[in-house]
């Protein structure tokens, strides 16, 4: 629906004549509303998913996972995913949070490669966390070699301030 709205709001921007309406589904009342739910995505409260892809060399040390932007956010799940069967060269990952990794999500114990080494094999944390903006989530990558990992990181949060996000 909110796909379908955006194209035809473009559309009038830009003025297209085919363009028609129809008066059961594209009330202004109807048009309101799904604006109304695409911009409350990072209002307080509502649940939001990060998800970033680490492919880094398997000995890169330290590499940044995202950023809280605008506001604080609550972090209430992190889950590491192996998106194939080999971290070749990998030894073990951590990831952590907060100003110079005072928060630890998994340690390099929780991260080890035994852990991670089977398609879809994965380590996941729950609890709270409050992130300030500016807050980093971070992984250290230690290993004996360059081979790039194949790793999935999703995290569940929350804006505790309407506009947070991470980015």
């Known amino acids: 629906m909110l796909a379908d709205l955006i194209g035809k709001l473009n559309s009038m921007a830009n003025k297209d004549s085919s363009l028609t309406f129809d008066a059961a589904s594209d009330s202004l009342e109807a048009i309101s509303e799904a604006v109304s739910i695409a911009s409350a ?3 307080a409260g509502h649940i939001q998913v990060f998800k970033k892809a680490v492919n880094a060399a398997a000995n890169a040390g ?5 950023t809280i932007t605008n506001q604080s956010c609550m972090i209430e799940s992190v889950v590491l995913k192996a998106v194939t ?3 070749v060269d990998l030894t073990s990952i ?5 100003s110079g990794g005072v928060v630890v999500f998994f340690s390099d ?9 089977t ?12 992130l300030s903006v500016g807050k980093t989530l971070t992984t250290n990558l230690t290993g004996v070699g360059a081979t790039p990992v194949n790793l999935l990181v999703t995290v569940k949060y929350f804006s505790c301030t309407d506009g947070g996000y991470i980015s």
């Open 41 to 43: 995505i990072n209002n």
């Open 62 to 66: 330290a590499v940044t996972l995202g």
């Open 85 to 87: 069967a080999s971290q």
């Open 94 to 98: 951590n990831i952590k949070g907060g």
């Open 109 to 117: 114990v929780e991260g080890a490669v035994g852990n991670l080494d």
């Open 119 to 130: 398609v879809d094999e994965q380590i996941s944390w729950t609890g709270a966390v409050e």
